[in-house]
């Protein structure tokens, strides 16, 4: 066994955020979080955990694989950081998983046209279209968008199907589009974030460490708030 068959994953960009670590692409273990308002505290002792409960330290990894957005701004900070530290001290390589792409890996059924959602915040979601040739190997035929539930709504044609955390808001805007909801509709996981980086990286799509930032596709309500009492001055 090589050190560059393990991979650690990590996904926090939601509040249930979780760890995975894999061998060769398959899974070994996973562990849930908890982030609430203590991300950073307990994102590293919960890899050293898992590490250990498999005979395991951090000079094993031969990659890391983490979920860069969109999602949760605190979180997501927290899981890039963290994953870039690992990867630069360790030397190893580090792959970056958009966030709605691995919900879409967790379909085990071949999809022409998967939509997955997740909320946005005040009227918007995020969504991304992947075609699923082959179970839990998506592809990408629209990119990660944030815009408007009212906008997305007419995108769905009437033979896709729709997962992901944000199908109840988008329930709520189209209930018409209730019998296309795959079951369940699951949030992000580690399993998914280390299956599509185990991928990526034999393919040689990696992430450069000193550069990697989260992917949010809009502000922040705080950032929102500061631009609306600070409006740029008139030239």
């Known amino acids: ?42 994102l590293l002792p919960a890899v050293s955990l898992l590490l250990q409960q498999h005979g395991l330290t951090t000079r094993d990894l031969g990659r890391v694989a983490v979920s860069v957005g969109p999602g949760s701004y605190t979180g997501l900070r927290v899981g890039v950081v963290c994953a870039k530290l690992l ?60 815009l408007p539930v009212a906008e997305l709504a007419p995108q769905i044609g009437a033979a896709d199907r729709v ?17 296309q ?8 996981t580690a399993r998914w974030v280390g299956h599509l980086g185990w991928r990526a990286s034999g393919k040689g799509e990696l992430a450069d460490v000193r550069s990697l930032t989260p992917v949010y596709l809009r502000q922040s309500s705080a950032e929102t708030q500061w631009d609306r009492l600070h409006p740029p001055r008139p030239q």
């Open 1 to 42: 066994m090589t050190t560059s068959a393990w991979c650690l994953a990590i996904e926090t960009s939601a509040r249930q955020g979780s760890i995975a670590l894999l061998r060769e692409g398959e899974l070994i273990g996973e562990s849930a979080l908890e982030l609430g308002t203590a991300h950073g505290q307990s």
């Open 181 to 188: 909801v795959a079951e369940p509709s699951l949030g992000p």
């Open 87 to 146: 990867a630069w001290s360790l030397g190893i390589p580090l792959v970056a998983v958009d966030t709605l792409q691995a919900i879409a890996a967790a379909e085990a059924e071949s999809t022409p046209r998967l939509w997955v959602v997740t909320d946005a915040q005040r009227d918007a979601v995020y969504a991304t279209c992947q075609t699923v040739a082959v179970p839990h190997c998506p592809q990408c035929e629209i990119p990660t968008m944030v």
């Open 163 to 179: 997962t992901g955390s944000g199908v109840e808001k988008l329930l709520q805007h189209s209930p018409g589009l209730a019998s």
